[in-house]
């Protein structure tokens, strides 16, 4: 019989990263927003665990799932926050876990968070100048003034 991805013990694996990760959520919203909407999220930490662990995909599942959960549950953002959340999460663990899975050792692990890093801050830059907008309902040519300044540093640190 062949062991298949989708194994009990894998489905409960994500299911407690899950639940570990949505607890964080609740550890973040101790941290005061930056400009109003920009906030911490700790759970991205245990995402990128999971990925280390289970893999890429898993990463994207947990990130999907436990913000999914956050919008109907906690957050004030609605889908335009469950997007960039589901995104920015994505971008930061993805690559983080893909590099580690090809290089398992500690300095993997340091450099693909580095990569993740990066690649979570260019793309929440382009992302808020593209959603923003939408959701704080002002003109591009104001979210385009806070990219540099706001947004990148933001992403860089968080």
Not at 112 to 120: H, K
Request: hydrophobic share 55%; glycine share 8%.
């Amino acid at each position: 019989m062949q062991k298949t991805k989708f194994s009990t013990k894998y489905m409960t694996t994500i299911a407690m990263f899950c639940a570990i990760s949505y607890i964080a959520v609740f550890i973040g919203k101790l941290v005061p927003n930056i400009a109003g909407f920009l906030s911490y999220d700790p759970k991205d930490a245990i995402v990128v665990i999971a990925g280390f662990i289970l893999g890429p995909a898993a990463s994207a599942v947990i990130a999907l799932i436990v913000s999914f959960i956050e919008m109907i549950s906690i957050s004030a953002t609605g889908p335009y926050g469950f997007l960039m959340n589901f995104i920015s999460t994505c971008a930061f663990a993805l690559p983080a876990a893909w590099y580690y899975k090809r290089s398992h050792t500690q300095k993997g692990a340091m450099i693909g968070l580095g990569i993740g890093v990066l690649f979570m801050a260019l793309c929440m830059v382009l992302w808020n100048y593209i959603v923003t907008p939408g959701y704080m309902g002002v003109e591009r040519a104001e979210v385009a003034a806070m990219l540099v300044p706001i947004f990148l540093p933001f992403n860089l640190v968080k």
